[in-house]
Structures are given as structure tokens and as C-alpha cells.
């Protein structure tokens, strides 16, 4: 009888479990992705495809990072909004891919995640098992 009929045997449990491995395999998968999309939009930055809330505020945010890359002397005192800018797009296409992989690790979640998701994936199986225990 259970070589022909094996999954009778299972409880909710294993079925949930498994169920819910598929959903955290896909949640780890979309976080990845939309990770990687980040770090890669991230190495082709451009200014000019920022989005402003009021199109008539792009030159004074222009004209703000021109300022900071004066102030900070990544250009010289003298140098052109548009020689800001495109220093500007360089540093972060040059730092910020490595700061956020960095900040945010090698690994999708950080350990306390890992340790919460199997404990819930297997924490089921447990009380299945002492269910049957319990009841004979």
C-alpha cells in the first residue's frame, strides 16, 4: 500500500513546506534580480535620465552638483556645468556599484533571514511528527 499510494502518508505540513520552499526560492530570486538591475543601472548612470518632480528644477539640480563637485574638488573651481556633470556620472558609475554591493553583501539576505525562513520551513514538519507521536 505505500509503495503505490506514497503521498497518503504525508502530513499538511510536508506539503506546506514544500510550497512554501518554492515561494521563498522565488522571493530570493526576484530580490536578486531586482539587486543585480540596481547595481547595473547603477554602472550606466546618467544625470539626464534622473526624473524631477518639476521639469524647471533640472538646471537647479545641475546646477547643485556642479557646485558640490567644486566644493568637494573633484573639478577644478573653474570647470563647466557640463565637465561637473560628466565627473559626476563617472564617480558614480566608478563608486557607488561597489558601495552598494557592499552595503548590501554577497548573499540576498543576511544570516537572522536565513535562520527565520528554515526555521519556518521546517518548524511544520516538526509539529507533524509530534502530532503523530502524541495521538499513536
Known amino acids: 500500500l505505500l509503495a503505490t499510494r506514497p503521498l497518503d502518508n504525508l502530513g499538511w505540513s510536508t ?7 518554492f515561494y521563498v ?6 530580490y536578486a534580480k531586482h539587486k543585480k538591475d ?3 543601472r547603477l554602472t550606466h548612470f546618467r544625470v539626464s535620465d534622473c526624473e524631477v518632480q518639476v521639469e524647471s ?7 547643485k552638483i556642479a557646485a558640490l563637485m567644486r566644493a568637494t ?8 556645468l557640463e565637465t561637473a556633470i560628466q565627473e559626476f556620472e563617472l564617480k558614480i558609475q566608478q563608486e557607488m556599484p561597489s ?4 552595503y548590501l553583501g554577497k ?10 525562513i528554515g526555521t519556518m520551513l521546517v518548524l511544520p514538519l516538526y509539529a507533524d511528527s509530534l502530532a503523530v507521536l502524541s495521538h499513536g
Not at 15 to 21: D, E, R, T
Not at 57 to 63: F, G, H, K, P
Open 38 to 40: 540596481t547595481i547595473q
Open 25 to 30: 526560492c522565488w522571493i530570493f530570486r526576484r
Open 57 to 63: 528644477d533640472r538646471n537647479l539640480v545641475y546646477s
Open 99 to 102: 558601495a552598494f554591493q557592499s
Open 107 to 116: 548573499t540576498t539576505f543576511g544570516y537572522h533571514h536565513y535562520l527565520f
Open 73 to 80: 574638488k573633484f573639478v577644478e573651481w573653474n570647470a563647466t
Open 15 to 21: 506539503y506546506f513546506a514544500g510550497f512554501a520552499g
